[in-house]
């Protein structure tokens, strides 16, 4: 019996709807700038997401394979 591997290389789609995740990240951290947030408050919020996506596609990956 052989296993099913899925390509790990990114599609353009999947490359696609990252940079739309960024953009839309990069502007809402903009406009908390803009409103009187600390930087560090609006990195804080933007590492924090980037680490809940992160999980998120491996634990999408683990349920692939």
Excluded: H, S, W
Excluded at 1 to 22: A, D, F, G, S
Excluded at 30 to 50: H, I, K, M, P, S
Excluded at 57 to 65: E, H, Y
């Amino acid at each position: 019996m052989t296993k099913e591997t899925r390509n790990t290389e990114p599609t353009l789609q999947e490359l696609e709807e990252q940079e739309e995740i960024c953009r839309k990240a990069t502007a809402e951290a903009e406009r908390d700038l803009e409103e009187g947030r600390t930087t560090e408050a609006v990195f804080e919020d933007l590492r924090t997401r980037y680490f809940l996506a992160k999980q998120a596609v491996r634990d999408f990956r683990a349920d692939v394979q």
